[in-house]
Nanobody, 126 residues
Framework: QVQLVESGGGLVQAGNSLTLSCAVS????????VGWFRQTPGKEREFVAA????????YYPDSVKGRFTISRNNAGRTVELQMNSLEPEDTAVYYC???????????????????WGQGTQVTVSS
């Protein structure tokens, strides 16, 4: 069983940075890819970033590419999302999610993830 807990959300001014952390429990942590998604009221959940189980690849949509960086700390069993140059449009609840073990499919899709955290609010003021 895999459990995920997000932390690090908060209120920040536009142009500033924030780092989100996803703590992943479960003895199979090293075999799971991890992704970040975000959602605002009335909209579908949007893909933000992902990292493969072996950290060989990372993925970002154009909307955050060059501003956001995902990384994993296997010793600490965490996956971090460094967010720079934040914009008001980045305001959302951010969720981390884990794939099944050794997943090799499309990391952009919500359906690729079988485990989800409860989310953390990020608010960017203009």
């Amino acid at each position: 069983q895999v459990q995920l807990v997000e932390s690090g959300g908060g209120l920040v001014q536009a142009g500033n940075s924030l780092t989100l952390s996803c703590a992943v429990s479960g003895r199979t942590f090293l075999s799971h890819g991890v992704g970040w998604f975000r959602q605002t009221p009335g909209k579908e959940r949007e893909f933000v970033a992902a990292i493969r189980w072996n950290a060989a690849n990372t993925y970002y949509p154009d909307s955050v590419k060059g501003r956001f960086t995902i990384s994993r700390n296997n010793a600490g069993r965490t996956v971090e999302l460094q967010m720079n140059s934040l914009e008001p449009e980045d305001t959302a609840v951010y969720y981390c999610a884990a794939t099944i073990s050794y997943y090799s499919g499309d990391y952009y899709l919500q359906g690729s993830y079988g485990y989800w955290g409860q989310g953390t609010q990020v608010t960017v003021s203009s």
